[in-house]
């Protein structure tokens, strides 16, 4: 059985063997879909059978599938497996979908099932290790800032696009901890509300926060460090 | 506000509230003692607006590159669920 392990590839690997998105279509024979299209408009395709609407979606919702099945299983393969297996029942229960939450809200929920119950390992709480937005080191003894704190809208701004530094902070993602991992993913690249992620994930809104907290504290500092590089 | 004074937080103090600021989950007084602290702190403020382009940032990054290998895998899966 041909596997979707392809898909999430290693940043290592992106740069050769892979086209840009937008390339795979241009070269399609096919009718092409805008990368744009919205998940709405995709399941109606999807619906009728439209390979490519799968394709989209599966493209779109592989990188976040694959980091929050990571927390629950104890190696990559296995988190591919949930992937797949949850797209498989996407594909053969999609009339199940009734539009009650939004479409990867519904993804999400299957996924996360089916890598728990695929899984041999949670971690529910955050850890109690002691936590530092920032190092400790850039503050003096009174708990004030050694250094100016550089504002990066001012003269960097032309420097944050998500073009460049969107490679970083998906690596940096990678190394969070899992559940800081699948706070950010979901608060913060798919932009599901505080109380959706609670819900999904089953932790308590104060857990939920620490969570996002440490997270983002630590792709704040990565882009810090990178941008004092460039 | 003289008997506020003994509690005003200090920069190693606030970036640690940032998320609860963030998420309004601060108290009333916490989060006027935070802004107080920002209005008169630009290194703190300037580390606010760094966590808020953090997750503008993060909202914005691109789904990974589809290679024509796994697209061709995807469509197989496809059919065969479909066809199942």
């Known amino acids: 059985m041909p596997r979707i392990r392809r898909l999430g590839l290693r940043p290592e690997e992106r740069s050769e063997r892979a086209p840009h998105f937008d390339d795979v279509f241009r070269d399609s024979p096919r009718p092409t879909l805008r990368v744009v299209d919205t998940d709405l408009e995709l399941l109606t395709r999807l619906r009728d059978g439209d390979e490519e609407a799968f394709v989209v979606l599966v493209a779109r919702y592989q990188q976040p599938m694959l980091q929050l099945a990571r927390a629950y299983v104890p190696s990559r393969a296995v988190a591919e497996e949930a992937v797949q297996d949850t797209w498989m029942g996407v594909v053969k229960g999609i009339e199940r979908f009734e539009g009650r939450s939004a479409f990867k809200t519904w993804l999400f929920r299957i996924l996360i099932n089916r890598a728990r119950s695929a899984g041999v390992r949670e971690h529910r709480h955050a850890s109690r290790e002691p936590h530092h937005a920032v190092d ?34 998906q690596s940096g993602l990678e190394d969070l901890p899992p559940r800081q991992r699948q706070v950010v993913v979901l608060r913060d690249m798919e932009e599901l509300s505080s109380d959706e992620v609670c819900e999904l994930l089953d932790i308590s809104t104060g857990n939920q926060r620490v969570l996002l907290h440490r997270g983002r504290t630590r792709l704040r500092e990565i882009l810090e460090t990178q941008i004092a590089k460039a | 506000m003289l008997s506020m004074r003994g509690k005003d937080i200090v920069c190693q103090e606030a970036v640690e509230l940032v998320t609860d600021y963030l998420e309004g989950t601060l108290s009333r007084r916490g989060r006027r003692q935070f802004e107080a602290h ?12 760094q966590i808020r382009m953090t997750i503008e940032l993060t909202g914005t990054i691109e789904p990974n590159d589809l290679t024509p290998e796994a697209r061709a895998d995807l469509t197989e899966l496809y059919r065969r669920w479909r066809s199942d």
Do not use: H, K, M
């Not at chain 1, 004030?144 to 960097?156: G, K, L």
């Not at chain 1, 032309?158 to 460049?164: G, I, K, Q, V």
């Not at chain 2, 920002?38 to 607006?49: G, Q, S």
């Open chain 1, 136 to 169: 400790p080191i850039q503050f003096d003894s009174n708990g004030q800032w050694a250094n100016p704190v550089e504002r990066w809208t001012e003269d960097s701004e032309d420097r944050l696009e998500a073009r460049t530094w969107g490679p970083i902070l």
């Open chain 2, 38 to 49: 920002l209005r008169a702190c630009p290194n703190c403020a300037a580390y606010l607006e």
